[in-house]
């Protein structure tokens, strides 16, 4: 009976000691995860703090582009640059089926596509990281004062990210032509939007660009 005892005394301690056990391994494992994931979110937000701020540049001669990047504007609180040719187009000027419009005429004749701008950098350029560069397609290209600006600029040191708006072209090449005419910058995919486009949609894509909220 004695020796029973013993034995009940002896397992009742043990179970104690290997819950006692249990318990410190379990606390001890939460506290090292709640670590490293304070560890990781800080570095990413180290990351994102790296990104820097965010420059919308756009032109728009009839509206359609300045409306996204207007919306683009507002859900990242970025600042927003619109390039405005010296001398702006008048919707005569955009008749694309009459030969003598101005665009016809530039469209047939490279010289005259190097268009004069306003204001060719704007201002704090060098404080931007990241550039959303928005511009409609003419022809099949970035509309010309876009092609002005990018020529104008140095983007070395810039994530450039392009956005367009057409009747019914892709992108295509057209943001490629702008890196190529533009001085440096690491220039992204870019996206195509429908003149219509559903605000959803955009608001979408800057989601899924993940670039940090300038509002935060
Ligand atoms: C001169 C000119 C050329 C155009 N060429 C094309 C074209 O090649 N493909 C297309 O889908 N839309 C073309 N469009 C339509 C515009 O890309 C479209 O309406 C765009 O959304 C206009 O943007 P905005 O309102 O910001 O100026 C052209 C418009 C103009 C004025």
Request: with cysteine; glycine share 6%; hydrophobic share 40%.
């Amino acid at each position: 009976m004695k020796s029973l005892k013993k034995t009940l005394v002896l397992l009742l301690s043990a179970t104690l000691v290997a819950c006692a056990a249990l318990c410190v391994a379990g606390c001890g494992g939460q506290q090292a995860s709640s670590a490293a994931s304070s560890t990781s979110s800080s570095a990413s937000s180290e990351a994102t703090e790296a990104r820097g701020k965010t420059l919308v540049v756009y032109y728009s001669a009839t509206g359609n582009t300045a409306a996204i990047a207007q919306a683009i504007v507002a859900q990242m609180g970025a600042t927003s640059f619109a390039i405005q040719p010296a001398q702006p187009y008048t919707s005569a000027d955009l008749e694309y089926d009459n030969p003598d419009s101005r665009v016809s005429k530039e469209h047939a004749d490279a010289a005259l596509q190097d268009v004069a701008l306003a204001q060719e950098t704007p201002d704090d350029w060098a404080s931007y990281e990241t550039v959303i560069i928005g511009y409609p397609i003419w022809w099949g290209e970035a509309a010309y004062p876009v092609a002005s600006f990018a020529r104008a600029n140095d983007f070395t040191g810039k994530s450039v990210i392009p956005f367009c708006t057409s009747a019914s072209s892709d992108i295509g090449n057209s943001a490629e032509k702008l890196s190529q005419a533009a001085q440096g910058g690491e220039w992204l995919g870019g996206m195509r939007f429908p003149a219509n486009v559903n605000s959803d949609e955009v608001r979408q894509w800057v989601d899924d660009l993940g670039l940090e909220n300038q509002n935060l």
